[in-house]
């Protein structure tokens, strides 16, 4: 079992103590929080191991989880990399371009593996269907959320829609050509809702909007491509396939079947994959594990992250000084 450690108590650090102590694949050692108030608090109603020092910490562990506050990823980060400690490191990645650059230098120059924490890549409504995306040509996304004030510090890219681009970014495979973005801020002093559009060198074209002063919760993307629709609910862990094959010449009675405007007729059907419940987060976590023990590379790598990161970042430098 691989001893492990978290940096940061608040509402995700608690989840991540709960799922490593869980875990049949870490062995989990304790934690350390700037708070020491916060820290002896979960230490005393939980039974965790509150470590008032973050170098005892990392120095008593394999790896890292760093559920901390983004501005401090990248020192914490460092921190542990330069121990020789793996990390496994909560979206985005850091606070900016150069220090997520850094990592990956530090990454190597280590010899240690480390993972973002893109928990959407392991929703299982995702998972169900990424094989089949196959060059999608355009892609629509909405991620609305109420409003909570916790992750307002940020703009909504960084706070949800960063989960869009990092899936949009593992399923088209071509560099982005152009961003166009705007966004607005109605009660925080960075934006609240944001919508951009990323086009692709290969002519992909990506649609993204994200909110959190949404009157409802929305998590959903549409995957359209070459003879098919793919939906998927992130939400209610809910996918939707719609394929296209050229139609049989004699259709059956409850076949359904379209004429383009140059006479060819094609069948449409559903298929239905299977969605497998978990637990996202442990899922994550635990291929982390995987890929250490396997020397393989990481689902979501850093290097991953931070292209994630730049993209976000480029969509924030887009619509700055513009309006919805």
Do not use: W
């Not at 694949?25 to 020491?36: H, P």
């Not at 914490?76 to 020789?84: H, L, N, R, S, Y």
């Not at 495979?173 to 152009?178: A, G």
């Not at 549409?222 to 003879?227: A, V």
């Amino acid at each position: 079992m691989l001893k492990a450690g978290v940096l940061g108590a608040g509402h995700l650090g608690k989840i991540h103590l709960r799922l490593l102590n869980e875990s049949e694949k870490y062995e989990l050692v304790g934690f350390y929080d700037a708070d020491a108030i916060n820290g002896k608090k979960v230490s005393a109603e939980f039974g965790y191991r509150y470590f008032e020092n973050i170098n005892d910490l990392i120095e008593a562990v394999d790896v890292v989880d760093i559920v901390t506050p983004t501005l401090s990823h990248f020192d914490c980060a460092k921190k542990a990399i330069e121990k020789g400690k793996h990390i496994f490191i909560e979206k985005p990645i850091t606070n900016t371009l150069e220090e997520a650059k850094s990592l990956l230098e530090l990454e190597e120059k280590h010899n240690v593996k480390g993972q973002v924490g893109h928990v959407e890549r392991f929703n299982p409504a995702f998972t169900a269907v990424k094989d089949k995306i196959e060059s999608p040509m355009f892609i629509e996304t909405h991620r609305l959320a109420e409003f909570n004030p916790r992750g307002t510090d940020v703009p909504v890219v960084l706070d949800l829609m960063i989960h869009d681009i990092d899936a949009i970014l593992s399923v088209v495979n071509s560099e982005v050509k152009q961003i166009n973005a705007s966004g607005v801020s109605v009660i925080s002093q960075s934006p609240d809702i944001a919508n951009a559009r990323l086009e692709f060198e290969n002519g992909c074209v990506a649609n993204l909007t994200a909110s959190r002063i949404s009157l409802k919760n929305m998590r959903k993307s549409r995957f359209f491509q070459k003879d098919a629709y793919i939906s998927v609910d992130f939400l209610e862990k809910k996918v939707e396939v719609v394929k296209m094959k050229d139609a049989p010449k004699t259709p059956g009675e409850f076949d359904m079947v379209l004429q383009n405007a140059e006479g060819e007729k094609k069948q449409i059907y559903f298929e239905n994959p299977t969605i497998n419940a978990n637990n996202a987060i442990l899922d994550e976590l635990e291929s982390f594990a995987d890929a250490i023990y396997n020397d393989t590379v990481p689902v979501v790598s850093l290097k991953q992250g931070t292209q994630a990161l730049e993209v976000a970042l480029q969509i924030i430098a887009s619509f700055k000084n513009k309006t919805l």
